[in-house]
């Protein structure tokens, strides 16, 4: 019987019983559904105590009072101005909102028009109402 150990059954069974009583002590009950569960499941520490929500109102950042970026004249920029403005708002625009969030309003519409429908050729901004406002494309 060469390469077997033989265990005394009292030590095993007492090494086993020590360790299963510490895991026990040692054990955190994560929930999975809190709001659920700890109202049936939970002990009546856990159901005294308060869950606070985070709905994201305190993280959403509040907008400069400052004034308006000027619309540049190089085509490069435009376009990174124009795409960063349809990625931050998360909505669709049209040219005309795009355009006024610049110190010359309304007078870059065409070009802030122009800029939207280079983007829509390329793919990379979609639209739903046949090209009147435009949206970032997040998905292919």
């Known amino acids: 019987m060469q390469g077997t ?4 059954d009292q030590g095993a069974s007492s090494l086993s019983s020590r360790a299963i009583s510490l895991a026990i ?3 955190t009950v994560r929930w999975l559904r809190p709001d659920y569960q ?7 520490k856990e159901k005294a105590k308060q869950l606070e929500a985070d709905f994201g109102i305190a993280a959403q ?3 400069k009072a400052g004034p308006k970026p000027a619309f540049p004249p190089d085509d490069i920029a435009q376009t990174g101005l124009v795409m960063n403005g349809l990625i931050s708002s998360g909505a669709a625009l049209d040219a005309g909102t795009i355009a006024s969030s610049f110190k010359q309003g309304r007078k870059v519409m065409p070009a802030v028009s122009s800029v939207l429908v280079s983007l829509y ?3 990379l901004i979609s639209t739903a ?3 009147k406002t435009f949206a970032y494309r997040r998905a292919a």
Do not use: N
């Open 129 to 131: 109402d046949g090209g």
């Open 121 to 123: 050729r390329m793919g």
């Open 25 to 27: 002590c040692r054990l």
């Open 38 to 44: 700890i109202p049936r499941f939970g002990s009546e």
């Open 61 to 63: 950042p509040t907008e």
């Open 5 to 8: 150990v033989s265990v005394p």
